[in-house]
């Protein structure tokens, strides 16, 4: 059972415009969530996270938002840039430091 | 700051042998380490988790005697793959969560590509 979702596997974006990667889960009980860049053969690279206490974190072009009563999460970026394309990751933290990791969505922008 | 390293990057081996590799944390001490194995175009699976000085913990399904983890100190953890198979290639990926102020966050390492010949 895949408590963690990211139902859309691949997003095209033009170069200048704005991605917005999303990610759902179903345990309630998350309360802090990451999202992750992963180029391929490399490890992924942390981006930006967010706790439940919060509904909005923002770094640069990163912005993610998390809608607690829809158990709902996105990543926007803006703007996007072609050395974004890249496979994202969202992750919720259960526990003291296990993550669960969703599928990935892969992002290319176009130039 | 917050750099893991994996060593090797990339190994072929005969079926039947083991294959060691390497996470370390360059800059920061790991009380807890991670293994993920990662499948083509799939999500990131967490195989154990290791803390320093003690047993890994492995996630169900997977293998104890078969993928042995070693966490020896603050700053290195390793995987063993015993008696590889070509059902074992994937790509291996470490992580380390770091003490204090960075207790949130998992930093991965570049991964290690393994095939089974």
């Known amino acids: 059972d895949q408590q963690v979702k990211q139902n859309s596997p691949s997003l095209s974006v033009q170069e200048g415009r704005i991605s917005i990667l999303n990610c759902d889960y179903t345990n309630s009980m998350f309360d802090y969530f990451l999202w992750y860049k992963k180029y391929p053969a490399e490890g992924p690279t942390f981006l930006i996270s967010?706790?439940?206490?919060?509904d909005k974190n923002e770094d640069g072009r990163f912005t993610v938002f998390l809608n607690k009563s829809a158990k709902h999460l996105s990543l926007h970026i803006v703007p996007s840039q072609p050395g974004d394309s890249a496979v994202y990751f969202c992750?919720?933290?259960?526990?003291?430091?296990?993550?669960?990791f969703g599928t990935g969505t892969r992002l290319k922008v176009l130039a | 700051g917050a750099v893991v390293s994996q060593h090797p990057s990339w190994v072929i081996c005969k079926s039947g042998t083991s294959v060691k590799i390497e996470c370390r944390s360059l800059d920061f001490q790991a009380t807890t380490m991670f293994w993920y194995r990662q499948f083509p175009k799939q999500s990131l699976m967490l195989m154990a988790t290791?803390?320093?000085?003690?047993?890994?913990?492995?996630e169900q399904g997977v293998e104890k005697d078969k993928f042995l983890i070693n966490h020896a100190s603050l700053t290195l953890s390793t995987l063993t793959v015993t008696s590889a198979h070509p059902e074992d290639s994937s790509f291996y990926i470490c992580s380390a969560a770091g003490t204090s102020g960075m207790a949130d966050t998992q930093y991965f390492g570049p991964g290690t590509r393994l095939t089974v010949l």
């Open positions: 992750a919720a933290k259960e526990g003291t430091y296990k993550y669960i």
């Open positions: 290791s803390n320093e000085g003690s047993k890994a913990t492995y």
């Open positions: 967010i706790s439940s206490i919060k």
